[in-house]
């Protein structure tokens, strides 16, 4: 028979090892959707990715850039380990039909203003992705800047068919 000791030890162990890596991974994911990196006069918040389903090849990036300087900047590249194809896309509503396209010149981040991008509209485009996202995982990503240059992020993955960050789902 087992004691009264025995027991809540297992069930202490077994508590940390299936719970102490979702603790982790919304931690991180909390840590990213609040903190804001800067790079020159820009601010980098709410960034996020989604989880993918099996087998699906593309996914996306979202954020928020604010452009606290008196200068335009412009988005120019992404880029993950994840797939040689990143692309910064845009959906808009054109004669009643939404319509996704790649932005070739970037996006511009205007001085004083702030771009978000999001599901449905501006957006990182990643395609040809061997290994799809999974919820609770972190997605390495760099955006290029012309004026602000490389900036690093660490997007959290939150589950398939995310509208937004769910800022409420990861509260301390």
């Known amino acids: 028979m087992f004691g009264t000791k025995s027991i809540v030890a297992a069930a202490l162990i077994a508590a940390g090892t299936i719970l102490a890596p979702t603790a982790q991974a919304d931690d991180k994911a909390h840590d990213a959707m609040t903190k804001t990196k800067m790079a020159g006069d820009l601010h980098l918040s709410g960034y996020w990715t989604r989880a993918m389903l099996p087998g699906q090849k593309v996914g996306g990036g979202f954020l928020v850039i604010a452009n ?73 990503v760099t955006v290029t800047f012309e004026r602000a240059g490389d900036v690093e992020l660490m997007l959290p993955v939150m589950p398939a068919g995310s509208k937004k960050m769910d800022h409420g789902a990861h509260s301390n």
């Open 68 to 140: 606290k300087g008196a200068a335009d900047d412009r988005l120019v590249a992404v880029a993950t380990p994840h797939t040689d194809r990143a692309e910064i896309h845009e959906m808009a509503v054109v004669d009643d039909v939404m319509k996704m396209r790649r932005l070739d010149e970037g996006l511009k981040i205007p001085a004083g203003e702030s771009v978000v991008l999001e599901p449905g509209g501006f957006h990182l485009m990643f395609m040809a992705v061997e290994t799809p996202f999974k919820e609770g995982e972190m997605v390495p």
